[in-house]
T-cell receptor, first 113, second 114 residues
Framework: DGGITQSPKYLFRKEGQNVTLSCEQN?????MYWYRQDPGQGLRLIYY???????QKGDIAEGYSVSREKKESFPLTVTSAQKNPTAFYLC????????????FGPGTRLTVL | GQNIDQPTEMTATEGAIVQINCTYQ??????LFWYQQHAGEAPTFLSY????GLEEKGRFSSFLSRSKGYSYLLLKELQMKDSASYLC???????????????FGAGTQVVVTP
């Protein structure tokens, strides 16, 4: 079955530690995205990538980093510079950037202790 | 960018109809999406409108008026499994300097009661 996977489902981290969230898709989509979701707020775009080896900052990129070395994979690193990292993180992909329906992964809930 | 407004919560009875409104203000518009999201799960695509009018898909319909900056999602014959958050998302018009990214509203929590 084609889809998007994110791991782990739940993640706990101590303050001051970097942590990497995994996102893999086998839909052969060119574009991939990372969103953050907080209670009572809409999804906010962290980073996006329209093609391999290229990515752009979204609305709230500070304290995050990404890489896009393979078409299928778009890992997100939450660094210690992110002031309030506890949130639900969603990865998505679409056939091309900026135009098509986005398909979402199941999400990773990150809690900073 | 856009400002997107939708009600925080709506309650309706099983079998009834509920209409979720979404208003937006945008400097450029290139389509509006509705997603359904159950608690702790991924959003799933429901509908897409880019031209004015009504799009019907089974029990769900979505309407768009670009001149009014307004859309609604209509859920008919409500079922308990329809209890979820419904997200309105507006896509920027794509220009040479701007990518057509999605801006999401905060979501409307629909509670279906027996």
């Amino acid at each position: 079955d084609g889809g998007i996977t994110q791991s782990p489902k739940y993640l706990f981290r101590k303050e001051g530690q970097n942590v990497t969230l995994s996102c893999e898709q086998n839909l052969n989509h060119d574009a991939m995205y990372w969103y953050r979701q907080d209670p009572g707020q809409g999804l906010r775009l962290i980073y996006y990538s329209q093609i391999v080896n290229d990515f752009q900052k979204g609305d709230i990129a500070e304290g995050y980093s990404v890489s896009r070395e393979k078409k299928e994979s778009f890992p997100l690193t939450v660094t210690s510079a992110q002031k309030n990292p506890t949130a639900f993180y969603l990865c998505a992909s679409s056939m091309s950037g900026g135009g098509d329906e986005q398909f979402f992964g199941p999400g990773t809930r990150l809690t900073v202790l | 960018g856009q400002n997107i407004d939708q009600p925080t919560e709506m309650t309706a009875t099983e079998g009834a109809i509920v209409q979720i409104n979404c208003t937006y203000q945008t400097s450029g518009f290139n389509g509006l999406f509705w997603y359904q999201q159950h608690a702790g799960e991924a959003p799933t695509f429901l509908s897409y409108n880019v031209l004015d009018g009504l799009e019907e898909k089974g029990r769900f319909s979505s309407f768009l008026s670009r001149s009014k900056g307004y859309s609604y999602l209509l859920l008919k014959e409500l079922q308990m499994k329809d209890s979820a958050s419904y997200l309105c998302a507006v896509r920027d018009r794509r220009t040479t300097d701007s990518w057509g990214k999605l801006q999401f509203g905060a979501g409307t929590q629909v509670v279906v009661t027996p």
